[in-house]
């Protein structure tokens, strides 16, 4: 697979973005939902921040409150042998039967813009901001589906409930509809197919169970894109592979003459991050046609290796243009990167892989 990635990458980082809180300090743009407005390129990223703690002792957790609207910081002691510290992403209880947990930092979601898909220049604002209490410990990961002149954006709630999706339509990037949640927790990596299907609208979800079960990706229907049914399981992990670990939704499923073709992550049970694709039938996408056996993306390059949570490329989001894929991607949970690929390399692997 021939991937052409940017020679500018990364292209942002969080150096690139001032902290919107005072005493903040921003530690990720990453993981991007994608669209083509007008003649710009958006980045709808995720930038987490988290309070600067001058003593290295001392981790504090920030949690917005829905009645003040503003940022609560509590403080923990890492001698304090109640918590376990180990994941620098989470606070969690040591008491399993408790459930307790902080995260370290609060995302949002800010834009980033460009004319030349290379050169980015970053809002001042937030365009999603946690504002109720599904969304206390931030909200993240962005998804952007444009069908008609709309643009639906889902993305992760975060709170002590859970992770549930969210969503939103927007014309302009400046002002929104906020549709409320479409999936409950534990939800994420969920994704809109950009047109109806039979009369359907159809997404990919992950649901993230803690009894019974893997984090594969399952299908759902709906007849307004807000109310959600009709689940089938659609794609599972593979033991001993590179999607061993957990599996998710990537970019929005792309249609082509063989099919819906869906670039997907997965994980190892150490972490270690790829992307892959699968071909959906173009009639019913509930039907799998072909799924790559080894991955169409590795990270290779040291900002895809190193950062706040190496050896990580995810996809979030691309544009496409003839048979090159313009694919924005976080890398290392820190930075935004952007590669091209060609559409008939990856349709060539799936046939290839599949015959053998």
């Known amino acids: 697979m021939t991937i052409y990635r940017y020679k500018e990458n990364p292209l942002i980082t969080p150096i690139d973005v001032p902290p919107l809180h005072e005493g903040f300090e921003v530690i990720g743009a990453f993981n991007a939902g994608v669209a083509k407005y007008k003649n710009e390129t958006i980045l709808l990223l995720r930038v987490a921040e988290r309070p600067v703690s001058k003593d290295s002792q001392v981790i504090k957790a920030p949690v917005y409150d829905c009645q003040t609207e503003k940022i609560v910081i509590h403080r923990f002691n890492r001698s304090d042998k109640t918590y376990d510290f180990e994941d620098p992403r989470m606070i969690r209880s040591k008491d399993k039967m408790d459930g307790f947990s902080f995260l370290t930092s609060l995302s949002y979601i800010r834009i980033a813009r460009s004319q030349d898909g290379h050169t980015f220049t970053i809002d001042d604002q937030a365009f999603l901001y946690p504002s109720n209490r599904y969304q206390t410990y931030g909200v993240e990961d962005a998804r952007c589906t444009q069908i008609g002149d709309d643009y639906y954006i889902n993305f992760s709630s975060v709170s002590e409930m859970g992770v549930c999706d969210s969503l939103v339509v927007t014309k302009d990037f400046v002002t929104y509809q906020d549709k409320g949640n479409i999936f409950a927790p534990e939800n994420k990596d969920v994704l809109l197919f950009p047109e109806k299907i039979n009369g359907k609208y159809y997404a990919l979800h992950r649901p993230s ?11 759902a229907s709906s007849p307004d894109i807000e109310a959600w049914g009709n689940h089938h399981h659609l794609l599972g992990v593979r ?36 992307m892959g694709a699968v071909l959906l039938d173009i009639d019913d ?32 989001g691309g544009i496409l243009e003839g048979d090159t894929l313009i694919m924005y991607y976080g890398v290392a949970d820190t930075s935004m990167a952007g590669c091209e690929i060609k559409i008939s390399d990856i349709l060539a692997q799936l046939e290839a892989e599949s015959n053998r």
């Open 209 to 219: 169970l803690k009894s019974i079960g893997n984090y594969d990706i399952w299908i």
């Open 239 to 274: 033991p001993e592979k590179w999607d061993s670990g957990r599996i998710g939704g990537g970019l929005v499923p792309i249609k082509t003459a063989k099919g819906w073709l869906e670039i997907y992550h997965g994980a190892t049970a150490e972490h270690r991050y790829c």
């Open 285 to 316: 996408p509930t039907i799998v046609l072909a799924r790559t056996e080894t991955p169409i993306m590795e990270p290779e390059e040291d900002y895809e290796k190193k950062g706040f949570f190496g050896d990580v490329v995810f996809g979030c």
